[in-house]
T-cell receptor, first 112, second 108 residues
Framework: NAGVTQTPKFRVLKTGQSMTLLCAQD?????MYWYRQDPGMGLRLIHY???????AKGEVPDGYNVSRLKKQNFLLGLESAAPSQTSVYFC???????????FGEGSRLTVL | AQRVTQPEKLLSVFKGAPVELKCNYS??????LFWYVQYSRQRLQLLLR??SRESIKGFTADLNKGETSFHLKKPFAQEEDSAMYYC??????????FGKGTMLLVSP
């Protein structure tokens, strides 16, 4: 049982490049989330989804887009990467809105 | 708006000493509160939630609505408790809000 899997785990981008982070969960969870973790800032919610085909903005959505075409996958896109988006990105999923979050291992992104 | 405050970025204690990781929250209704932990090279994971009222790995946390606090306590710290601890809150129809985290270092 893999749980929540994120790919890639590491990536270096140049300013202006685009990329997509993939999150896959095999627990049939309805809710999926993308967080970023920065030193001294904790975890901040970027976007989330309450079910297949739905997405919603979190606390820091600017510069990111997401899609949830399949229930098990939640994609996070950066259209034009900026150095301020250098961070560790975590995907998480849960059964319910108030349920335990299950996290992926994280994806470390560096934008030069 | 909901907010979680963890006033300490770093808490350093010796093995066997008591530990208290502070968490204060701001929310007008009845929130659900959680502690998540991230050990080195491991995934972030749930440690405990206030509605369970259970002790996990010797840790307990009591919700104090009067003081709007949910401090995490352990009477005798162990080296393996060294980790980053996040307090988190969810209220109403919102999503989970995390505090900035407290790094706990337990020295031998």
């Amino acid at each position: 049982n893999a749980g929540v899997t994120q790919t890639p785990k590491f990536r270096v981008l140049k300013t202006g490049q685009s990329m997509t982070l993939l999150c896959a969960q095999d627990m049939n969870h309805e809710y999926m989330y993308w967080y970023r973790q920065d030193p001294g800032m904790g975890l901040r919610l970027i976007h989330y989804s309450v079910g297949e085909g739905t997405t919603a903005k979190g606390e820091v959505p600017d510069g990111y887009n997401v899609s949830r075409l399949k229930k098990q996958n939640f994609l996070l896109g950066l259209e034009s990467a900026a150095p301020s988006q250098t961070s560790v990105y975590f995907c998480a999923s849960s059964w319910t809105a108030t349920g335990e979050l299950f996290f992926g291992e994280g994806s470390r992104l560096t934008v030069l | 708006a909901q907010r979680v405050t963890q006033p300490e970025k770093l808490l350093s204690v010796f093995k066997g000493a008591p530990v208290e990781l502070k968490c204060n929250y701001s929310y007008s209704g009845s929130p659900e509160l959680f502690w998540y932990v991230q050990y080195s090279r491991q995934r972030l994971q749930l440690l405990l939630r206030h509605i369970s009222r259970e002790s996990i790995k010797g840790f307990t946390a009591d919700l104090n609505k009067g003081e709007t606090s949910f401090h995490l306590k352990k009477p005798f710290a162990q080296e393996e408790d060294s980790a980053m601890y996040y307090c988190a809150l969810i209220g109403g129809y919102s999503t989970l809000t995390f505090g900035k985290g407290t790094m706990l270092l337990v020295s031998p």
